[in-house]
């Protein structure tokens, strides 16, 4: 594919992503007009629908901006490193494993802001990660992506049984974190955004230092020695980058699934096998996805809402099951 046509394609997605963003401003239990929106943004006044926009719809769609970015670079590079186009951060169990370690902070420990348990989140992500390929290498034949994905989707169930029986004990701890364990956009301010972010763009520039050695890693452990890449430290800075952004998303919103399963995917197909250019568009297309949802959820039952997480697991689930059907889904 020439990159003339990847270049095109690429900004027709940031068009998507401006849109999308707008909508966001926009659309919910009131709509509210573009010219109101823009006046809110750049000319200040007392009135209750530029609060709205300042005050609700600004950081919800900031925060399904850096949430949108980075599950869906997440899902990128795991999906690289494992060669498995089904992982993502849900279906290999981080995001459990670091909704679970921050259950455990609010839960026992009391910590109710941000700044104290995203570092739970953090180790919740990396704990999950190394039980998943421990789990997935037993056996003759190592780690397969069939195992891993299998040991992710068990040990994933097992850490949310962990996750929701601790939230039935402790019930009053999360009154404040009502709809967080099913991935919300809603109900946080620009602080959360401010708290996540040097996180989220740490874990950006991981991912962009190893992309291009992305490449050879996706063909194969032998095939990426031949070319000269170095494997382990590919893969520790690619897993250190997914532990960042999985764990500051988590932390944030809650456990959100399929947006790092469908975007990558989508972005294969729109631009090839190139790492760089996979990693390129799900910058740009996975806070789309998120905030389409997150409007979409705010509109189907409206005056009520439906949580971004529930909308991604509703489009999610049916593309996770046509990817397993299809023939060669074991490797990139």
Request: glycine share 12%.
């Amino acid at each position: 594919m020439s990159s003339a046509r990847r270049v095109a394609r690429l900004w027709a997605c940031v068009v998507l992503l401006l849109v999308a963003c707008v909508l966001s401003l926009a659309l919910g239990t009131r709509t509210i007009g573009p010219g109101v929106v823009w006046d809110a943004l750049f000319h200040f006044a007392d009135t209750d629908e530029q609060a709205i926009v300042r005050n609700l719809r600004v950081p919800r769609t900031v925060l399904g901006l850096l949430v949108g970015v980075a599950l869906a670079v997440c899902g990128a590079l795991i999906q690289a490193v494992t060669r498995n186009p089904l992982a993502d951060t849900q279906i290999l169990g981080a995001n459990a494993g670091a909704a679970l370690f921050v259950v455990v902070a609010i839960g026992f420990l009391g910590l109710t802001d941000i700044w104290a348990y995203v570092w739970f989140a953090f180790a919740g992500v990396a704990v999950a990660l190394v039980a998943v390929y421990a789990l997935g290498s037993m056996g003759r034949g190592g780690a397969t992506p069939l195992r891993l994905t299998l040991a992710g989707v068990a040990l994933g169930a097992v850490l949310e049984g962990l996750s929701g029986g601790i939230r039935l004990v402790r019930p009053r701890a999360f009154d404040s974190l009502r709809f967080w364990d099913v991935g919300t956009l809603g109900g946080r301010d620009l602080d959360v955004a401010w708290a996540v972010t040097p996180f989220v763009g740490a874990g950006l520039l991981l991912a962009l230092v190893v992309a291009r050695s992305l490449n050879a890693v996706a063909m194969g452990d032998d095939l990426a020695r031949a070319l000269g890449a170095r494997i382990v430290i590919t893969r520790t800075l690619a897993m250190v980058a997914v532990m960042l952004l999985a764990g500051a998303s988590t932390a944030a919103v809650g456990p959100i699934g399929f947006v790092g399963l469908m975007v990558p995917h989508a972005a294969r197909r729109l631009v090839g096998t190139d790492q760089r250019w996979i990693l390129a568009l799900s910058l740009v297309c996975g806070p789309a996805l998120l905030l389409v949802a997150d409007v979409v959820g705010r509109l189907v039952i409206r005056p009520a809402e439906l949580q971004a997480g529930i909308v991604t697991a509703f489009v999610g689930a049916p593309v996770l099951i046509w990817m397993a059907r299809r023939t060669g889904s074991g490797a990139l």
